[in-house]
Nanobody, 120 residues
Framework: QVQLTESGGGLVQPGGSLRLSCAAP????????MGWFRQAPGKEREFVAA??????WTYYGDSVNGRFTVSRENAKVYLQMDNLKPTDTAVYLC???????????????WGQGTQVTVSS
């Protein structure tokens, strides 16, 4: 079991930026394709972004495309969020996929999430 930990959430004004991190303490994430999801109260979990093991392939949900950027280094995966909107308010979770060589599919490992609140 991979223990994933998200960090970097907080309260930000509309139009602001945050950078989230996902790490697995004590191990590298280089073996995993990674995804970011979010869940707002009363809503279903929503796909946000994904990145392949190599980092050469990325994919974004329609609602964040052009505003969010996913990236990685061996130990961590990042989600840079710019031009944030109140509708981006949610708990953000990272997910690790050990199986995909080229792209990403939802894997079995989840973090607990970090809260992002966009409000003036």
């Amino acid at each position: 079991q991979v223990q994933l930990t998200e960090s970097g959430g907080g309260l930000v004004q509309p139009g602001g930026s945050l950078r989230l991190s996902c790490a697995a303490p004590g191990r590298t994430l280089s073996r995993y394709a990674m995804g970011w999801f979010r869940q707002a109260p009363g809503k279903e979990r929503e796909f946000v972004a994904a990145i392949s093991r190599s980092g050469t392939w990325t994919y974004y949900g329609d609602s964040v495309n052009g505003r969010f950027t996913v990236s990685r280094e061996n130990a961590k995966v990042y989600l840079q969020m710019d031009n944030l909107k109140p509708t981006d308010t949610a708990v953000y979770l990272c997910n690790a996929d050990p199986a995909s060589d080229v792209h990403y599919v939802i894997g079995p490992h989840w973090g607990q999430g970090t809260q992002v609140t966009v409000s003036s």
